[in-house]
């Protein structure tokens, strides 16, 4: 299939004055329903003195407030809920690794629109009728699995709902139904890479063309050695449960920016310290609106997520903004001596050294009143058994380099292959050890 094709023309390649109607007409349907329905929705607009009749173009967004994940903890569980409970058909949820989790809705409508906006990005990665699609992620109340899986059903592809981990039976089942397409986190594309290797496997010798990867932020050099080490074409997408799962955003086969469906969301980008509304091509935080959703509309939901926006058409035809890669979260930011850090930017600078292994973790912790990064990277037996002096070497070479790339000093340790834990779902890339 080439790399034109569309799932939904209509709304994918909608010239943008007809899209920006469209939304302000969603925009004023979705801010009567939360007004009316949802008390957390009421009492905001309250207190700015606000109706939605005030909201007369897409101008007034910056109007409205903005929603945050304490805002959904707060009405934990249904607050948040635009319709009653009978007619939610499906509840998931947030992990709440930090407190309670925050449980999101879908009627059977929302469900339908979910299932197309992913269909959306699967065939602009180059999904079609003919592959099969096995999913990697963990089923269950995270909604990335079920998204992929009904996102395949709807273009008609063939599902293996394998879920996470058990990944020489993954390995297995790739190799005997013959899978084409892999979805799941990106970390977990270079765990199967990994143990391809320990069982002497030639990926070539499976029949996966496409990787559709997402739940973790992950660097363009990262993409390069999944292609290789898979032999695959591997795209990024972008989504959260709050706003609807898998399906807000997703790259076409060009790679140069994930398209966001407009159509479905207003994205804006802000100042994660101000919240003032950063002009077009600005880097900040992506804040985003749902124009479709019935049972979980959100307004103005501050993701955390960094990253920016093109509005220019793609080549494939396309007219819908893209989103960049996110660099990383503005709450998972690191600042190190006044210096904003992010996993993303080590993860570059790793990834060009030869020798470096793809798995490394970042600890942050506190000398007296200094923060001190150290970074333990994997390397290869080679370079771990090496003598002294070339160690030392590397060593050096590594710490030059990231110094020069984040402009503050860091402390590598070496540590020897398989060594840092593997995670079937997101990968832990930080621990901070700061506020113990």
Request: aromatic fraction near 8%; include cysteine; charge should be negative.
């Amino acid at each position: 299939m080439s790399s034109a094709a569309i799932w939904d023309a209509q709304h994918e390649c909608m010239p943008r004055e007809e899209l920006e109607q469209l939304q302000l007409e969603r925009l004023q349907a979705t801010l009567n329903r939360v007004y009316k329905n949802v008390r957390c929705y009421q009492n905001k607009f309250n207190e700015l003195g606000i109706v939605p009749e005030d909201i007369t173009s897409l101008a007034d967004l910056s109007r409205l407030p903005f929603t945050t994940k304490e805002d959904l903890r707060l009405n934990y569980p249904y607050g948040m809920f635009a319709v009653p409970l009978r007619e939610v058909v499906r509840i998931h949820s947030s992990s709440g690794t930090t407190g309670k989790p925050t449980v999101v809705g879908y009627t059977k409508h929302d469900l339908k629109i979910w299932s197309n906006l992913v269909a959306r990005f699967m065939t602009a990665a180059g999904v079609t009728p003919d592959d099969v699609v096995q999913i990697a992620f963990g089923y269950g109340l995270f909604t990335g699995a079920f998204g992929l899986h009904y996102g395949s059903e709807a273009i008609g592809a063939a599902v293996i709902p394998m879920g996470g981990g058990n990944t020489e039976k993954q390995i297995m089942i790739m190799q005997d139904y013959r899978t084409t397409a892999l979805v799941g986190t990106p970390s977990y594309a270079l765990t199967i890479a990994d143990r391809l290797e320990k069982m002497g496997l030639d990926p070539k010798s499976l029949s996966l063309k496409v990787g559709l990867f997402g739940g973790e932020p992950w660097s363009e050099a990262m993409r390069i050695e999944i292609e290789q080490r898979l032999q695959i074409s591997a795209t990024d997408n972008y989504g959260l449960s709050e706003v609807i799962g898998p399906g807000v955003a997703g790259e076409c086969q060009h790679k140069c920016g994930m398209h966001i469906a407009e159509d479905a969301f207003i994205a804006e980008i802000i100042d994660p310290e101000t919240g003032a509304v950063l002009p077009p091509g600005s880097v900040g935080e992506l804040v985003l609106t749902s124009l479709t959703k019935e049972a979980f509309p959100m307004i103005r939901y501050r993701t955390r997520d960094i990253t920016s926006l093109v509005y220019e058409p793609c080549a494939c035809g396309r007219t819908l903004a893209r989103m960049k890669k996110t660099m990383g979260r503005s709450d998972d930011m690191l600042i190190i001596k006044g210096v904003n850090v992010f996993p993303s930017q080590i993860e570059e600078v790793l990834f060009a050294i030869e020798g470096c292994e793809p798995h490394y973790q970042l600890v942050v912790q506190r000398t007296g009143t200094t923060d001190v990064l150290e970074i333990d990277i994997e390397v290869t037996e080679h370079i771990f058994f090496d003598e002294m002096k070339k160690q030392r070497a590397f060593l050096e070479s590594v710490e030059r380099r990231i110094h020069s790339a984040l402009g503050v000093g860091a402390t590598v340790k070496l540590v020897e292959p398989n060594s840092i834990p593997r995670h079937e779902g997101k990968a832990q890339r930080v621990i901070d050890k700061r506020s113990l």
